[in-house]
């Protein structure tokens, strides 16, 4: 008989962690589709007010452009100054929209991945900052880089974005040096993009990863405080991870690394050996 009730007691208690397990994972359900809900509702406002300040925005940068071009130096000092200050400020949310553009599209995409050669999506990238690089005396090193599978036009943005931090946040009188690497790990490759500039101090290793954060003000360095976040959600999109190497080093800059997953499906080359 005891035994019976022994038996009758852990089968109701199972049948009690059951439903809780079964109520806890309604939830997490729940909350995920609530989620993905909130993050898709959030993208496509990102992406349709991007589009609709477009136009208003492009006839106030012509127009403020029209007035410094044809009336520059006809009026005082302090008109000039004050189209400068629209004309700067019509050109600064340009840029802003145009990089919430390019965040709002990640994961937007439909297609399937295809199989992306990062030393020549790395060329292409480093070929965009090439008259920055040459005005700053600079040099981009690449190493042996993988093939992966992935989105070509999105790891170049991404590539473009650590190549053109690299080069912008050098040291004063130092030529900027940015390096890229790359070594197996598993199933994953880890890329790293090294840079002998300013550096970025620990504390702020997840800052610099979140939208329109800036570590400096816009009148030192240019910028719209997206490009990180950028990358991090392309790397993300792209089934990886990316974070700041706090490690000691033997010289100052950055080291930003992050993962992609290797791609050990073989080429039609491959195949037909």
Same mark, same amino acid.
């Given at each position: 008989i005891e035994l019976g009730a022994d038996v009758d007691s852990m089968r109701l208690a199972?049948?009690? @962690?059951l439903g809780v397990a079964q109520e806890s994972n309604r939830l997490l359900d729940e909350q995920a589709r609530e989620?993905? &809900? =909130? $993050?898709?509702d959030l993208e496509q406002f990102a992406y349709v007010a991007s589009h609709d300040l477009q136009e208003p925005l492009r006839k106030v940068a012509s127009f403020c452009q029209l007035l410094q071009r044809r009336y520059g130096g006809q009026l005082d000092e302090r008109a000039d100054q004050y189209i400068g200050f629209a004309v700067d400020g019509a050109q600064r949310m340009q840029r802003l929209i145009n990089d919430l553009l390019a965040f709002s599209r990640v994961g937007r995409t439909t297609s399937d991945f295809a199989p992306v050669d990062l030393r020549e999506i790395a060329l292409a990238a480093a070929a965009q900052v090439e008259m920055t690089r040459a005005e700053l005396d600079g040099e981009i090193v690449l190493g042996e880089l993988p093939r992966v599978q992935g989105d070509s036009a999105l790891l170049r943005q991404m590539l473009? $974005?650590? +190549?053109? $931090? !690299?080069?912008? +946040? #050098? &040291? *004063? !009188?130092?030529? *900027?040096?940015? &390096?890229? @690497?790359?070594r197996r790990d598993g199933e994953f490759w880890e890329i790293s993009? =090294? @840079? $002998? !500039?300013?550096?970025v101090e620990p504390e702020y290793a997840e800052k610099i990863f979140v939208i329109f954060q800036r570590l400096h003000g816009r009148e030192v360095y240019a910028g719209t405080g997206i490009g990180l976040a950028l990358v991090k959600k392309i790397v993300? +999109? #792209? !089934?990886? &991870?990316?974070w700041l190497d706090t490690g000691p080093r033997d010289e100052p800059g950055t080291v930003i690394r992050f993962t992609l997953p290797v791609d050990d499906e073989p080429t039609p080359e491959e195949e037909s050996t």
């Open positions: 199972i049948l009690r @962690d989620l993905e &809900r =909130s $993050n898709n473009l $974005n650590l +190549f053109g $931090n !690299g080069l912008k +946040f #050098h &040291r *004063p !009188g130092t030529a *900027p040096v940015v &390096r890229v @690497d790359a993009v =090294s @840079d $002998n !500039g300013i550096g993300e +999109f #792209h !089934g990886g &991870r990316v």
